[in-house]
């Protein structure tokens, strides 16, 4: 099983701050890596596929790089909306697999 | 605009079967674009992929899970369900629906619903 692990834990920050999340695969994924954000009672929502795809939508302050093992999600300037936990999730041979734990980035 | 709503059960004894339905609105199952996915999250935790299905029938499970699980499709009501059996306390999550794009990932979702195991 492929196992993605997501750095850091908790990430805090103030808004307009920019934000550099990190999601490593313990085993290349090529460019299949998606980010969901999740609001507390809600469900997650698609920010990137592809590992740099903006899904449809998401607003160009969201960017996703990478590929192989490693991945970043970076949003550029904070809104007070942002705060939130965001996954990262692999497919490997196109089929759905593993998330990762998620990092939650957090008001200052 | 696409829309998927979970229904069920909230709480289901230990050793029983979970069932849950995903009414799918707003787009058509048999279109055979997408697949179909259920996913679980724990309270507090994070998610787990549990399978998806595609308007065939065809299936493919999280094999963590496979040995417990079974997701149909009725293409004339336009939703899919699961079923997972010998369920544990250890199966207590908020259970999601979602549209499964392939590489395109999980575009759409359900609200999720909780499903809580206990006698």
């Known amino acids: 099983e492929i196992v993605l692990t997501q750095s850091p834990a908790t990430l805090s920050l103030s808004p307009g701050e920019r934000a550099t999340l990190s999601c490593r695969a313990s085993?290349?994924?090529?460019?299949?890596l998606a980010w969901y954000q999740q609001k507390p009672g809600q469900a997650p929502r698609l920010l990137i596929y592809?590992?740099?795809n903006r899904a449809t939508g998401i607003p160009a302050r969201f960017s996703g790089s990478g590929s192989g093992t490693d991945f970043t999600l970076t949003i550029s300037s904070l809104e007070p909306e942002d705060f939130a936990v965001y996954y990262c999730?692999?497919?490997?041979?196109?089929?759905?697999?593993?998330f990762g734990g998620g990092t939650k980035v957090e008001i200052k | 605009q696409v829309q998927l709503q979970e229904s069920g059960p909230g709480l289901v004894k230990p050793s029983q079967t979970l069932s849950l339905t995903c009414t799918v609105s707003g787009g058509s199952i048999s279109s055979g674009d997408y697949y179909w996915s259920w996913i679980r999250q724990p309270p507090g935790k994070g998610l787990e992929w549990i399978g998806y299905i595609y308007y065939s029938g065809s299936t493919y499970y999280n094999p963590s899970l496979k040995s417990r699980v079974t997701i149909s499709v009725d293409t004339s009501k336009n939703q899919f369900s699961l079923k997972l059996s010998s369920v544990t306390a250890a199966d207590t999550a908020v259970y999601y629906c979602?549209?499964?794009?392939?590489?395109?990932?999980?575009?759409?979702w359900g609200q999720g619903t909780l499903v809580t195991v206990s006698s």
């Open positions: 979602a549209r499964d794009g392939g590489p395109m990932g999980f575009d759409y």
């Open positions: 999730q692999q497919r490997s041979n196109w089929l759905p697999g593993t």
């Open positions: 085993q290349s994924v090529s460019s299949y």
């Open positions: 592809d590992a740099s």
